[in-house]
């Protein structure tokens, strides 16, 4: 029998010492106290793992408040969209309630529109629109300098871009843009249904707003 074939008989049958104490004669620890120090041990090992589990639910009750907090935030932030009357407004103050709430270093956005009417724009627009595949959020610290000089300074280390879209529209009215100086808050593998509920609920603030073609 080797050491893995005794542990695993020993997982399967942990009432083998009380069922044949005799056998507690036969262990040899390091303690000269035997089966004393066997029992602390044991208990030493239960303390550290009700430790680790009360250290688990600590963290799962932060991420349910984070969450808690982020919820709050997005019901407060459409609550002030649909209050929105004009165009102009909601290009001032969507923006700046988003920094304020959410604390990001930079917002802007982009309708296709106003980024038609530049050329310089227009190709940054376009570049980014390609990436947003089936007009999702995309988060990444690696965007192209054409996509970057759109909306940010040259401070952003990192961005979410944000499709503003309706239910119906195929491709997005305009892109909303988060950037944080921190490299690693917006990564490619940040997960993106809050951003994209975000996305739906200012193209429709958009499309409400902003004047026919």
Not at 112 to 136: I, K, T
Not at 170 to 183: H, M, V, W, Y
Request: charged share 25%; aromatic share 8%.
């Amino acid at each position: 029998m080797t050491k893995e074939d005794l542990f695993h008989f020993l997982s399967d049958n942990p009432n083998i010492f009380q069922q044949h104490p005799e056998l507690l004669e036969l262990v040899t620890l390091s303690d000269s106290r035997g089966t004393a120090s066997l029992l602390e041990r044991q208990v030493s090992m239960l303390n550290e793992r009700l430790r680790e589990h009360k250290s688990q639910q600590s963290q799962f009750m932060q991420v349910a408040r984070e969450n808690e907090q982020i919820s709050d935030n997005f019901t407060h932030v459409i609550c002030q969209m649909i209050g929105f009357t004009n165009l102009s407004e909601f290009a001032t103050e969507f923006p700046s309630e988003l920094r304020t709430k959410f604390e990001i270093d930079e917002v802007a956005f982009k309708t296709e529109q106003a980024a038609s009417r530049r050329p310089s724009d227009n190709e940054g627009y376009d570049d980014a629109v390609r990436r947003l595949v089936n007009n999702r959020a995309v988060c990444d610290n690696r965007w192209p300098s054409t996509i970057m000089n759109l909306f940010f300074s040259k401070d952003i280390n990192s961005a979410a871009l944000v499709p503003m879209r309706t239910y119906e529209s195929k491709a997005p009215l305009g892109i909303l843009a988060l950037g944080s100086r921190d490299p690693d808050r917006y990564t490619n593998d940040l997960g993106t249904a809050h951003l994209d509920r975000l996305g739906l609920m200012s193209g429709l603030c958009l499309a409400r707003l902003q004047p026919a073609q």
